[in-house]
């Protein structure tokens, strides 16, 4: 019998809850070169370019460099009656420095004041704000924030698929795996070029006992991103779910070397210590 071992979540909260302790999950969480929510991008303006989307601009190519800075710019601006634009960037910039919890609170704030403009983008930075909530580890929350986007009815193509895939991840860890189920499934739709929505259904798949469904699903996840270890972690997972040894060799061996000194090394390692002969 070949055994998944438990793993960690890294960055987010995993898609899925914990496993039973002969069991693994993959880093179902955005890919580590996500380093801020994956929605945390500059909203499209729904009208013309002004200078305040310069200077939203402006602000954001200052986070790469320095979140520091760029928070600080961003309060002076919002101070100045940047509205809810600078609070997006404020949002980025604390995203970048991993403060998730305050990165939501001002996606929420900049949402609920593009609301009250009735600006579209405030769809998008509820998603953002839903996003930083699952990072922050309260899935509560980020199921509000992902209500609210979806219900605006303006996300729409790959943004629209992201917001799915979140909120199907803040319903596993509420213990709904077939509402779950079918959000990844309309996310598929939107956001099918993604690898990280056929990792996640794959690793839902394999949690519901579908087998076939999750060796199709991480086959995708493989074409569109092979050098991913998350996705290698969890090709191993369901080929040792399957009873193929070598396969889940293969793949955990792969997760370990595209992400040494990470937590998916660790864990495949450990997977692959099972193998090891016994000791005398």
């Known amino acids: 019998m070949i055994l998944m071992l438990l793993a960690p979540a890294l960055i987010a909260p995993a898609l899925l809850p914990a496993a039973s302790p002969a069991q693994a999950t993959s880093a179902s969480a955005r890919p580590a070169a996500r380093t801020a929510p994956a929605q945390a991008r500059p909203a499209k303006p729904s009208g013309p370019v002004d200078n305040r989307e310069a200077r939203f601009s402006r602000c954001v190519t200052m986070i790469a460099t320095d979140p520091a800075a760029a928070r600080a710019e961003a309060g002076r601006w919002r101070i100045a009656g940047g509205g809810y634009v600078a609070r997006q960037c404020a949002g980025l910039a604390l995203a970048a420095e991993k403060n998730w919890g305050s990165a939501a609170d001002e996606f929420e704030a900049a949402a609920r004041e593009a609301q009250l403009a009735k600006d579209d ?112 972690l969890e090709a191993g997972n369901i080929a040792a779910a399957g009873g193929d040894e070598d396969r889940a060799r293969t793949a955990w061996a792969e997760a370990a070397r595209l992400a040494p000194d990470t937590p998916t090394a660790r864990n495949a390692v450990a997977a692959l210590r099972q193998f090891d002969p016994p000791k005398p």
């Open 121 to 232: 983008r405030a769809a998008n930075y509820w998603a953002q704000g839903g996003n930083a909530w699952l990072a922050a580890g309260d899935p509560a929350k980020a199921r509000l924030a992902l209500d609210s986007a979806l219900t605006a009815g303006t996300l729409e193509g790959l943004q629209l698929g992201e917001a799915r895939l979140d909120h199907a991840r803040a319903l596993v860890a509420a213990g709904d795996l077939d509402a779950a189920r079918t959000d990844i499934d309309l996310a598929l739709t939107t956001a099918a070029d993604d690898p990280l929505a056929w990792l996640l259904s794959a690793t839902l798949s394999r949690r519901m006992g579908n087998l076939p469904r999750a060796k199709g699903d991480i086959a995708e996840a493989l074409k569109r991103s092979a050098d991913d270890a998350s996705v290698q």
